[in-house]
């Protein structure tokens, strides 16, 4: 039979396919797959089959019998469980996270002064003393990011638009961006590479998920993405970056999600910022 080795580890190709196509179809025959292969499903996959194989642990040598695949899919399933979602903003103290009116010229809005709210993150000698919650924005094995956090709505669909960052983004590993038009992912320098969800935030979370191995997944923003995921119970984490100031218009936190339930779990700052880092109790 042919197979893929890998390492010390064999991929039979008839077990490849068998758990590929029942994953994608609605029946476990194969029979009724009205689901598209389009090319993010299959990588989506074929990352999911290496872990699966791998976590179990298969060596050369030993068959892929059934009994093994389902253990496998457990495996996989209790390590999907284990990676925490966690989420970030900078916000002022009435809740707000941009302006109105939010363009390329204008991007946190006409009504907005960015400082207001990150000035902890770049002031001189003021970032220092923030070191752990800077260095804690970044610290995710995979990102999930809004359209607009992608781009303004006039460029972010244009093939030469590649984010607000320069060629080498911050973010140096897999960015899924939630998006209404399909793309072709964008690689960058760095390990950034920005890649394009058509089909919903739970989509985007299982591909996080799958990219990010063993470390967290980040939703980055902007709020009304950050409200999303609260509103359908997907974050475990949310770190607030308060800073002292009213704005009164503009993108709010927790604008249309419900009721939520949470511990504090961390508390410090400075004149400029409050951070608490809050566990959303399920």
């Given at each position: 039979?042919?197979?893929?080795?890998?390492?010390?580890?064999?991929?039979?190709?008839?077990?490849?396919?068998?758990?590929?196509?029942?994953?994608?179809?609605?029946?476990?025959?194969?029979?009724?797959?009205?689901?598209?292969?389009?090319?993010?499903?299959?990588?989506?996959?074929?990352?999911?089959?290496?872990?699966?194989?791998?976590?179990?642990?298969?060596?050369?040598?030993?068959?892929?019998?059934?009994?093994?695949?389902?253990?496998?899919?457990?495996?996989?399933?209790?390590?999907m469980s284990k990676i925490k979602v966690t989420a970030g903003m900078a916000m002022s103290i009435d809740?707000?996270?941009?302006?109105?009116?939010?363009?390329?010229?204008?991007?946190?809005?006409?009504?907005?002064?960015?400082?207001?709210?990150?000035?902890?993150?770049?002031?001189?000698?003021?970032?220092?003393?923030?070191?752990?919650?800077?260095?804690?924005?970044?610290?995710?094995?995979?990102?999930?990011?809004?359209?607009?956090?992608?781009?303004?709505?006039?460029?972010?669909?244009?093939?030469?638009?590649?984010?607000?960052?320069?060629?080498?983004?911050?973010?140096?590993?897999?960015?899924?961006?939630?998006?209404?038009?399909?793309?072709?992912p964008i690689e960058m320098e760095g390990g950034t590479t920005f890649i394009f969800v058509t089909d919903?935030?739970?989509?985007?979370?299982?591909?996080?998920?799958?990219?990010?191995?063993?470390?967290?997944?980040?939703?980055?923003?902007?709020?009304?993405?950050?409200n999303q995921y609260l509103k359908a119970g997907f974050i475990d984490e949310l770190w607030l970056h308060?800073?002292?100031?009213?704005?009164?218009?503009?993108?709010?936190?927790?604008?249309?999600?419900?009721?939520?339930?949470?511990?504090?779990?961390?508390?410090?700052?400075?004149?400029?910022?409050?951070?608490?880092?809050?566990?959303?109790?399920?």
């Open positions: 039979m042919d197979e893929i080795v890998v390492g010390n580890y064999r991929f039979e190709l008839f077990w490849i396919w068998k758990l590929v196509r029942e994953s994608l179809c609605c029946s476990q025959d194969g029979q009724d797959c009205n689901r598209t292969l389009d090319i993010q499903a299959i990588i989506f996959w074929i990352m999911k089959l290496l872990f699966v194989y791998t976590c179990r642990g298969v060596q050369y040598g030993l068959e892929p019998k059934a009994d093994i695949l389902i253990s496998a899919e457990n495996c996989y399933n209790n390590n809740g707000f996270t941009a302006g109105l009116n939010q363009s390329f010229e204008k991007p946190f809005g006409d009504n907005f002064d960015s400082d207001l709210l990150d000035r902890w993150m770049f002031a001189e000698p003021e970032k220092h003393k923030h070191k752990k919650e800077i260095d804690a924005i970044l610290d995710a094995g995979a990102f999930i990011m809004g359209n607009n956090m992608f781009g303004p709505k006039d460029r972010r669909d244009k093939p030469e638009w590649k984010g607000w960052w320069d060629d080498n983004p911050p973010y140096h590993a897999p960015v899924f961006v939630l998006s209404h038009t399909e793309r072709e919903g935030i739970e989509s985007a979370l299982s591909k996080a998920k799958v990219a990010a191995g063993n470390r967290n997944v980040k939703i980055m923003g902007g709020a009304n993405t950050v308060i800073a002292p100031v009213t704005i009164g218009a503009g993108t709010r936190l927790f604008e249309g999600v419900p009721d939520l339930n949470l511990e504090p779990i961390e508390v410090s700052g400075t004149s400029l910022v409050t951070h608490i880092r809050y566990k959303v109790i399920k």
